[in-house]
């Protein structure tokens, strides 16, 4: 340890304190920060604060995050202010709990929902060395982290622009051309729904099975194998998908998790949840997969769901839905260039995913190197 450097206790150095409401207090129009254990701030009407603070997320997804200026704050979440900043800066107590957070994830506690107390905050163990060396500290750091945030931002960019030329490609593919027909779904498919069964019957072995979340959270635009089974008796008295059927989720948290298909070419029949409907058709399924995923397709289905806890629509609005049918060798020849846009995307997404997790990686390293 340097001279002039020493360990102080966080409970002696700060002003510890939690936000006072409740997580709907937000609202969208908001003039100022509402923080809550989200990573992205919500947006209030109404302050209760006014400082330069460091917020840690004291349940959920443990985070930390520095603000100076009026805001608001979830009762969950921990506002800490320098008892004198010329003790100790603001902007390193940041950097110090950037790191810490790794051990208050180690030591939160709860069942369902992981939680820190106060005294995992007033106990910790601040490295304080004087208040110039200290914003010495920190300007280092905010070189460092820029220069990995252009690295991770370059990346993203990257991924941005591919993501747009696909959904450019998508929209102008699948506008009507000469000798296109105009269809309804409902002209072209036999549109079945499936039938309940909850998370606890999915097993590992047994009747292969398609439920709703995993369409558009694990699927993407194809599956060749499920993520999951159910039990043979339980199957038989399933509604199922065949290879090259397309199936669709009807029910979702949000507009755009809905109405989403995904074509299946497994070569044992799925058993499909109750919160989706199954096309069995004569058309190219990867073509039918991609128009669920059109702009166009969203914008006609959006008027006819309804919105409460969960998003949902009738099977009505998915027989109407229009779609604009080529020939079935065009149908193929769209989906292979669409394939290929598709797998540069996929591409750019891993790479970015990796970058994203080295930077991050790479930052806490940094942090670590300072703080232990």
Same mark, same amino acid.
């Given at each position: 340890?340097?001279?002039?450097?020493?360990?102080?206790?966080?409970?002696?150095?700060?002003?510890?304190?939690?936000? &006072?409401?409740?997580?709907?207090?937000?609202?969208?129009?908001?003039?100022?920060p509402?923080?809550?254990?989200?990573?992205?701030?919500l947006?209030?009407?109404?302050?209760?604060?006014?400082?330069?603070?460091?917020?840690?997320?004291?349940?959920?997804?443990? =985070?930390?995050?520095?603000?100076?200026?009026?805001?608001?704050?979830? %009762?969950?979440?921990?506002?800490?202010?320098?008892?004198?900043?010329?003790?100790?800066?603001?902007?390193?107590?940041?950097?110090?709990?950037?790191?810490?957070?790794?051990?208050?994830?180690?030591?939160?506690?709860g069942?369902?929902?992981?939680?820190?107390?106060?005294?995992?905050?007033t106990?910790? &163990?601040?490295?304080?060395?004087?208040?110039s060396?200290? %914003?010495?500290?920190?300007?280092?750091?905010?070189?460092?982290?820029?220069?990995?945030d252009?690295?991770?931002? =370059?990346?993203?960019?990257?991924?941005?622009?591919?993501?747009?030329?696909?959904q450019?490609?998508?929209?102008?593919?699948?506008?009507?051309?000469?000798?296109?027909?105009?269809k309804?779904?409902?002209?072209?498919?036999?549109?079945?729904?499936?039938?309940?069964?909850?998370?606890?019957? @999915?097993?590992?072995?047994?009747?292969?099975? @398609?439920?709703?979340?995993?369409i558009?959270?694990?699927?993407?635009?194809?599956?060749?194998?499920?993520?999951?089974?159910?039990?043979?008796?339980?199957?038989? &008295?399933?509604?199922?998908?065949?290879?090259?059927?397309?199936?669709?989720v009807?029910?979702?948290?949000?507009?755009?998790d809905?109405?989403?298909?995904v074509?299946?070419?497994?070569?044992?029949?799925?058993?499909?949840?109750d919160?989706?409907?199954?096309?069995?058709?004569? %058309?190219?399924?990867?073509?039918?997969?991609?128009?669920?995923?059109?702009?166009?397709?969203?914008?006609?289905?959006?008027?006819?769901?309804?919105?409460?806890?969960?998003?949902?629509?009738?099977?009505?609005?998915?027989? =109407?839905?229009? @779609?604009p049918?080529?020939?079935?060798?065009?149908?193929?020849?769209?989906?292979a260039?669409?394939d290929?846009?598709?797998?540069?995307?996929?591409?750019? %997404?891993a790479?970015?995913?990796?970058?994203? &997790?080295?930077?991050?990686?790479?930052?806490?390293?940094?942090?670590?190197?300072?703080?232990?």
């Amino acid at each position: 340890m340097k001279e002039g450097w020493t360990y102080k206790r966080l409970g002696d150095l700060c002003r510890i304190r939690t936000g &006072k409401l409740d997580a709907n207090a937000a609202d969208d129009d908001g003039l100022y920060p509402f923080f809550t254990c989200s990573v992205t701030p919500l947006r209030i009407n109404k302050y209760a604060y006014d400082c330069e603070c460091v917020l840690v997320a004291g349940n959920g997804d443990l =985070n930390v995050k520095y603000y100076s200026g009026k805001f608001n704050a979830y %009762q969950r979440t921990y506002i800490i202010e320098s008892n004198d900043k010329n003790v100790l800066d603001v902007r390193y107590l940041y950097m110090f709990l950037s790191e810490y957070v790794t051990i208050l994830r180690k030591k939160s506690i709860g069942a369902i929902i992981k939680y820190i107390k106060l005294g995992y905050l007033t106990e910790a &163990k601040l490295l304080l060395p004087p208040i110039s060396e200290q %914003q010495s500290i920190v300007d280092y750091l905010n070189s460092a982290f820029a220069k990995i945030d252009t690295m991770k931002a =370059n990346a993203e960019k990257a991924l941005n622009e591919a993501k747009a030329l696909f959904q450019a490609s998508l929209k102008e593919m699948l506008e009507p051309k000469e000798g296109w027909e105009e269809k309804n779904l409902g002209d072209i498919c036999e549109i079945i729904r499936g039938k309940r069964f909850v998370r606890t019957d @999915i097993i590992e072995n047994g009747v292969p099975c @398609i439920h709703y979340g995993d369409i558009y959270t694990h699927y993407g635009l194809s599956v060749k194998k499920t993520r999951g089974c159910i039990n043979p008796e339980l199957a038989k &008295k399933m509604r199922f998908a065949e290879k090259n059927d397309v199936v669709v989720v009807q029910a979702g948290e949000n507009n755009w998790d809905i109405g989403v298909g995904v074509a299946y070419f497994g070569e044992e029949p799925a058993a499909v949840h109750d919160a989706c409907f199954i096309l069995k058709h004569k %058309q190219d399924p990867m073509y039918i997969s991609y128009y669920l995923r059109s702009y166009n397709y969203h914008r006609y289905l959006v008027d006819y769901v309804h919105e409460g806890k969960i998003c949902s629509f009738l099977k009505p609005a998915l027989e =109407n839905a229009p @779609i604009p049918l080529p020939p079935f060798s065009e149908q193929q020849s769209i989906v292979a260039t669409l394939d290929s846009l598709k797998s540069k995307v996929d591409r750019l %997404q891993a790479n970015y995913d990796k970058i994203s &997790k080295e930077c991050d990686a790479l930052k806490q390293a940094i942090l670590r190197q300072v703080f232990e």
